[in-house]
């Protein structure tokens, strides 16, 4: 199975299986898994939600998926999960209650990360969020999974931080001085 990835475009996770190679509800598995950030065990079963054998059925090597065809959605682990015959797997979380707050703190956690490192030079790793928002813990397992596997990186990358995932920790990076110049006067880093 491919990495997952938040389209946030769509507002959904997603991945892509090999239908040749990859069992369809152990995919369906890992992407939830990865999305609720638990050990696959730590799941409900899948059977609790679908017949697993008639979804291995539905996309095993046959005309209809080969042509990229089929479709089936299910709600499995508070997601409505939906698998196509083209091999991907969507997964949109149910619940938002704040539809509003969550888009906000997940367009602006970059932003606020370089903010807060700003002021301190090392925080924990996971997602800023404003006392005047309100997100559903659906809502915060988003978020901190796009802050550990999208946002993290993207700045690490960039070298403005250094994201040591084994102590949850992020500093500032050997670039954060030059590209991220504080507002505030005298600050001498």
Known sequence: MSTVEFDT????????????????????????????????????????????????????????????????????????????????????PLETTSEGDFETALQEQKQRVLAELDEEKTLDATPIIRHDESLSSEEYLTLVYELHHVHLPELQANELVEFDRQADEVRRGPQFAKKCPSPKSGDKR
Not at 41 to 68: R, W
Request: with cysteine; glycine share 8%.
């Open 9 to 92: 475009d769509r507002e959904l996770f997603q991945a892509e299986f090999d239908r040749t190679h990859d069992s369809v509800s152990l995919a369906v598995v890992a992407l939830v898994a990865t999305v609720r950030d638990k050990e696959p065990d730590l799941l409900a079963p899948l059977y609790s939600s679908i017949d697993v054998d008639a979804l291995e059925e539905l996309f095993a090597d046959s005309t209809i998926t080969q042509q990229g065809g089929g479709r089936i959605s299910f709600t499995y682990e508070g997601l409505e999960v939906t698998v196509c015959g083209d091999g991907k797997i969507e997964a949109v």
